[in-house]
């Protein structure tokens, strides 16, 4: 059985910065995409960033510039580096993986339980 743990939300005042951490564990094969999602109160859960097995990134548009999402193959986890924080970037963050586990023939879809990131203005 597969599970993702995440870390590292919190409180943090406009400029500052949080770091992310999301670590998959189980009978893990191989893993394929990892991102990192996030849902506002009242919106819909939007991505934030990815990253590929090959290391190709991809960020929202809001977020350029000021978060990078760095994997750790042999750690099987990826994190989210947020600078200058803006009060918009308050939600629940989300991380999500595709993988494949040892006796499965295909690659599924595993999702964090969520972390709080709350900027104050």
């Known amino acids: 059985q597969v599970q993702l743990v995440e870390s590292g939300g919190g409180l943090v005042q406009a400029g500052g910065s949080l770091r992310l951490s999301c670590a998959a564990s189980g009978k893990i094969f191989s893993i394929n995409r990892m991102a990192w999602y996030r849902q506002a109160p009242g919106k819909q859960r939007d991505l934030v960033a990815v990253?590929?097995?090959?290391?190709?990134?991809n960020y929202a548009d809001s977020v350029k510039g000021r978060f990078t999402i760095p994997r750790d193959n042999a750690k099987s986890t990826v994190y989210l580096q947020m600078n200058s924080l803006k009060p918009e970037d308050t939600a629940v963050y989300y991380c999500?993986?595709?993988?494949?586990?040892?006796?499965?023939?295909?690659?599924?879809?595993?999702w964090g339980q969520g972390t709080q990131v709350t900027v104050s203005s």
């Open positions: 999500n993986v595709v993988l494949r586990s040892y006796g499965l023939g295909s690659y599924n879809d595993y």
């Open positions: 990253v590929t097995s090959g290391g190709s990134t």
